[in-house]
């Protein structure tokens, strides 16, 4: 069964420090390079790039801009899933930049509500249409990643400004090390079950009883020996 991930954003999105707005397809393309995923294949079809793995997951980043270009952006992910014979909100998800949560976070979000106006017209084309009463549609899921807020005073950008500045070195630092790393892996655990083998490196707590570990682990011995 083939899963696919679509990281919204433009061409440039993946030249560090990443454009605010663009950090789906940054995500996309870092995951592309550290899973050892297939080279990037273009498609004229779906209008967009595809890398393979042979988990069975693939990657997109649609050719059209989706924080400038949303008509053919609707267009290309809904072609992209048409082209990976992908029918259920199950099987795929949307990564994407969020404003409402801090550098170097990543949080999931199920349907177009409350979706930023550079993702938005992209969730609406692929989800389900809703209507009152039904309450069995489900949703695509969003793996939206925080890029910070603009300040309100009059002075800072507005937020179409502030999605096209580049983040600094050390926000984008964080997404890098910390962000995608944990998206990917939750996303993993998600598709293919809790046995799901990961790197698991990002999502390990060190607790105050690790500390003693080797104290514990040499008392167990002697106990087996009494």
Same mark, same amino acid.
């Given at each position: 069964m083939v899963r696919c991930?679509?990281?919204?954003?433009?061409?440039?999105?993946?030249?560090?420090?990443f454009l605010r707005a663009h950090v789906g397809r940054a995500f996309v393309e870092y995951v592309a390079t550290a899973q050892h995923f297939g080279p990037w294949r273009p498609n004229?079809?779906?209008?967009?790039?595809?890398?393979?793995?042979?988990?069975?997951?693939v990657l997109c980043r649609l050719w059209p801009d989706a924080t400038k270009e949303t008509i053919q952006a609707q267009v290309a992910a809904k072609q992209s899933l048409k082209y990976l014979g992908i029918r259920s909100p199950k099987h795929f998800v949307?990564?994407?930049?969020?404003?409402?949560?801090?550098?170097?976070r990543f949080m999931v979000e199920e349907g177009p509500k409350f979706a930023p106006t550079w993702a938005k017209p992209v969730l609406e084309a692929v989800?389900?249409?809703?209507?009152?009463? !039904?309450?069995?549609? +489900? /949703?695509?899921? $969003?793996?939206?990643?925080?890029?910070?807020?603009?300040?309100?005073?009059?002075?800072?950008?507005?937020?179409?400004q502030?999605?096209?500045?580049?983040?600094?070195?050390?926000?984008?630092n964080a997404i890098v090390q910390s962000a995608f790393p944990?998206?990917?892996?939750?996303?993993?655990?998600r598709w293919f079950g809790p046995t799901a083998v990961t790197e698991g490196a990002v999502l !390990?707590?060190?607790? +105050? /009883?690790?500390? $003693?570990?080797?104290?514990?682990?040499a008392l167990a011995a002697q106990m087996r020996e009494g």
């Open positions: 991930v679509i990281g919204l954003g433009g061409a440039m999105s993946s030249d560090f420090p004229s079809v779906a209008l967009a790039d595809f890398a393979e793995h042979g988990s069975g997951v949307l990564a994407h930049a969020e404003t409402r949560k801090k550098c170097g989800a389900p249409e809703w209507r009152p009463g !039904r309450k069995d549609i +489900e /949703q695509p899921l $969003r793996i939206v990643f925080g890029v910070g807020s603009p300040s309100r005073s009059n002075l800072q950008p507005r937020m179409e502030f999605g096209d500045a580049r983040m600094t070195a050390r926000e984008a944990a998206a990917y892996e939750w996303l993993l655990k !390990r707590r060190h607790l +105050e /009883q690790d500390k $003693r570990r080797p104290e514990l682990d």
